[in-house]
């Protein structure tokens, strides 16, 4: 405004001075125009930033307000929670005075009632303690407590324990018309059934503990032999799968030890997938043939033999199976280095002879 101000009085001056002087220079009144236009523009540049500025510290007086209230609700609830609390703490103190005047009283209770009670009885239970002891002690020198507790402890009321030593007194009476025995035989001899049965316990103790050792050593024995079983379970079936393969045949063996039963599951090639045939009587003659060899071999590989036999094992084969048959014995008969004797009726001329293989053909019987 101040600014608009002195604009307004120089245009006046301005004007005062064109009326006074007509005459003066057109040109200076140019310059001076322009000069006028320049302040005027950098006025309102000023003006401008005065506003703009203006603008942001009504928007940082906003914030500050909206800050304060904050302030003032966030006081507000923390004055509140003061009084509770100083409430909370006027009731506690009087709590507190009540429980001390509530300690007061009991102490007096205790110190005039409880207290004399409590000495009397403690008086009372150190002379009834003096009476025991000295009770005991003229009792021992009639039977020691040893003694006592052998034949049942003496729990119970007077009357109880009168009975009971007239109990005692008819059986000790009874005992010695039977026995012929003095009270010092007798106790030689329960000392003599002492030692026999504390040395049939040693014994007894003895026989455990090796009864315990061959028990583990069962126990071990035992888990071994059954994993040596189902390690010899896997063998079988591996080496029966490892054989049928040749022919392009799977099987599998299942040995049941419980139950005694060993069973054979073949599935050929052509079957239908999942078609597994579980007996071998469900094969042909040559199938059923070759599995039963392939399972032969897998038992002969488990087993060691100097000589091992094979009659006409290839009477019900064809031609491939009983050439795939021959070779995979001669092959297992090379590799084992036991002797085998093989007899066909077939022809077994596709074999050549090695260094550990002969072949021996017997004259054709005369008919």
Known sequence: MSKQLKLRDMKNAFVAETDAEPTSNIEELSQQILQVQDDTQRKELLLEKARVKLTLTEEKVSGLKKSFEDLCDSAKGEIDAIDGMENELLATE?????????RAHYEGVMHNKVLPDIKVAEAHYMELQHNREENVR????????SEVE???GCGGTVEQL???IERLKQNLQHESQRYAESIDDLRDVYAKKERRILKEKQTYASFREKLNACQKA??????????????????????FNGHLRKKGISG????DYEEKVLSVEVKMPQDAPGNTV?????????ERSFSTLCFALALHDMTEAPFRAMDEFDVFMDAVSRKISLDTLVDFAVAQGSQWIFITPHDISMVKPGDRVRKQQMVAPRS
Do not use: M, P, Y
């Open 94 to 102: 009087e709590e507190l005075q009540s429980a001390e005047s509530e």
């Open 252 to 255: 599998h063996i299942k040995v």
């Open 150 to 152: 052998a034949l049942g």
């Open 218 to 239: 069962l126990d071990l024995r035992w888990s071994k032999f059954q994993r040596n079983a189902s390690l010899l379970k896997r063998q079988l079936t591996w080496g």
């Open 138 to 145: 003229k009792a021992s020198i009639i039977c020691t407590e």
């Open 162 to 164: 009168t009975a009971k």
């Open 278 to 286: 579980r007996d071998t009587r469900g094969l042909s003659g040559g």
